[in-house]
């Protein structure tokens, strides 16, 4: 065990202990136009229930959305983000135990979300989008994930360029959390992201995957969120409507292969199937058997 997963990343109401292992963050979308899910969990009532099944099977961690970060998406007012958002976590702040994430890169909605009983911010453009975020994470005194995205969605899949991907995301993900603590956020509530599928093609994310040990060096929590991505779909010569079994099949895999390769968090869609992936990650990393 190394002295990473001794800490805990402190946060709001909440502290994320990695002492026992990685912890696994169950997606909630409450968006019309989700990659995968899109439409699903719009009313709240269901949305609730989905949540609560999530933690039930697993999930450490609640992420909830309500704009769509999929290629080409399109932007969604301030209004109808908060007006879809911020309901559901006040009901859930009330139900589970679990702590909240709200993935957003709005500072208000980020702020009304807080106050609503998010514990975690978690911004896809690390907080370069919306010049407020900063200082609305700071004084929020949530957890903060700072992910790399090259572009914005609506053109980040349309010929994805890198010199040297691993090196130039480290780079800029140690330029956000300097950034980030500049303006008073703890080190210690700092996750950060790599951006499978933001921004790159197959080749960037296998590298990204084969990299997290290179991650890890930074100093914070790294977290992987491969859910169902179309560098799966592509590898596989499938998608959802066709063959979502074998997506799922290929997600676990490179689930299992990024806790392997140290990942804290996994961000997913199917908690079940990450768990038991878990479960049995754990056991074999703490046999004593030998060949």
């Known amino acids: 065990m190394n002295d990473l997963t001794k800490k805990q990343t402190v946060i709001k109401r909440f502290a994320l202990d990695f002492s026992s292992g990685p912890l696994i ?5 409450v968006t019309p136009d989700s990659f995968s899910d899109g439409g699903k969990f719009l009313d709240n009532e269901k949305a609730v229930e989905h949540a609560l099944r999530l933690e039930d099977e697993g999930a450490d961690i609640l992420d909830i959305g309500g704009e769509s970060s999929r290629p080409f998406a399109e ?16 009901e859930l702040s009330k139900r589970v135990s679990a702590p909240i994430s709200i993935d957003t890169i709005k500072s208000k909605v980020a702020k009304l979300a807080v106050e609503a009983g998010a514990s975690i911010i978690n911004d896809i453009s690390a907080m370069t989008i919306d010049p407020e975020m900063l200082s609305t994470a700071a004084s929020s005194n949530a957890a903060v994930i700072l992910m790399h995205m090259k572009g914005e969605p609506r053109t980040m899949q349309i010929d ?4 040297d991907v691993v090196s130039e995301i480290m780079a800029y993900l140690k330029t956000m959390m300097d950034s980030a603590e500049k303006v008073g956020i703890e080190k210690s509530s700092i996750i950060l992201d790599p951006g499978i599928g933001f921004g790159k093609d197959i080749s960037h994310n296998l590298a990204i995957i084969n990299a997290i040990p290179d991650f890890k060096t930074l100093g914070a929590p790294v977290l ?3 859910s169902r991505k179309s560098f799966i779909q592509k590898i596989l010569g499938t998608d959802l409507k066709t063959g979502i079994e074998r997506v799922e099949a290929g997600t676990l895999a490179v689930v299992t292969s990024s806790l392997m390769n140290g990942a804290d968090i996994v961000r997913v869609h199917d908690v079940k199937a990450a768990k038991a992936a878990l479960e049995i990650i754990k056991a074999l990393k703490g046999s004593k058997c030998r060949p």
Do not use: H, T
Request: charged share 25%; no cysteine.
């Open 75 to 90: 932007a969604v007012s301030e209004e109808e983000e908060i007006r879809r958002v911020i309901p559901l976590i006040y």
């Open 25 to 29: 963050m169950g997606i909630v979308n």
């Open 224 to 226: 992987i969120g491969p």
């Open 160 to 163: 994805p360029f890198y010199d």
